[in-house]
């Protein structure tokens, strides 16, 4: 069964990665290791690590110590940055029948959807990755740093 919203692998991956690395933000994450975490194509999360390194949320050391760390605390990396870097400006289309819309003068699925559009959209500007990396793990939150808005 599909699902109504959709989310693009490469956005899933993302989003994935960023939590796991927001989870122990002090260490390095090696690609193999958050491969076998999620069972993701390690050419593909290479690709969206470089577009998140991009965006400046994560930066990646070379060497045997080596890995991805995220540049910010988690609590100051939102879901909708995480997005916007991997596929741009989350869009709020005014119908949800083509990717150009339905091209109708008087559409009655787009209005009634934007409402929920945008609260999906406020969901992930005021969700950070501290918010759920710490959720499932034996990791406690620090206490530090101030949550952003």
């Known amino acids: 069964m599909g699902s109504i919203i959709h989310i693009s692998e490469a956005v899933t991956i993302g ?16 690609a193999r290791e958050i491969v076998e975490r999620f069972s993701f194509s390690e050419a ?7 577009g998140l390194a991009r965006a400046g949320i994560v930066r990646a050391e070379r060497g045997r110590h ?10 100051n990396v939102t879901l909708l940055e995480i997005y916007e ?13 083509a ?4 091209g109708s003068k008087c559409c009655q699925l ?8 945008e609260a999906l959209r406020k969901v992930f500007a005021t969700t950070t990755l501290a ?15 101030a949550r952003r808005q």
């Open 15 to 30: 989003l994935h990665a960023a939590i796991c690395l927001g989870s122990d933000p002090e260490r390095n994450w090696s």
């Open 44 to 50: 593909h999360l290479a690709k969206v690590m470089a």
């Open 66 to 75: 080596g890995g991805a760390r995220l540049s910010r605390a988690p609590e």
């Open 85 to 97: 870097a991997i596929d741009g400006p989350m869009a709020m289309e005014d119908c949800l029948l």
């Open 99 to 102: 990717p150009d819309g339905c």
């Open 110 to 117: 787009g209005p009634k959807l934007a409402a929920h559009n």
């Open 131 to 145: 918010d759920l990396a710490y959720q499932g793990s034996s990791a406690r939150r620090p206490a530090t740093g």
